[in-house]
């Protein structure tokens, strides 16, 4: 059995930036996972140890960390926030991605309805497969 990498963007100067992002992936998380997905998010998992160690906050730390986590996934997931283009981290980990041949998904959340839509990019977003793939996971236990 596997698990998802679960990205998303996290750094900047702002910490209740930083603090929001860590929410919206953990409830993303929460979702996923009570949708029957198996999840790591290195933002959820690693933002509380940063915090109580006072560890550095940026990618340059944890890439290798991340690497690690990302050579034995199944897939990389991005979910969508603002922000996730620019960030340096997301940027980094689908390169990994590609480096393993993982599979690249991206989670568009609907904040309204509480879902999120996983979506397999096209190739104009620079990911060599342009399957299409969509997959809705609501608030319920079941996936639709």
Known sequence: MSYIYLASPYSDPNPSVREARFYEVCKCAAHLMHSGEHIFSPIAHSHPISMAGN???GFDYWADYDRIMISHC???WILL?????R???IKAEIEIAKEL???IFHVVPDFQRET???EKPYSGDQYE???S???KYRRSSNKT
């Open 55 to 57: 560890l550095p906050k």
């Open 74 to 76: 199944s897939s990389l």
């Open 81 to 85: 926030l603002a922000g996730w283009r």
């Open 87 to 89: 960030s340096v981290g």
């Open 101 to 103: 041949n993982k599979e």
């Open 116 to 118: 999120y839509t996983i």
């Open 129 to 131: 497969d342009n399957k």
């Open 133 to 135: 793939v969509s997959k």
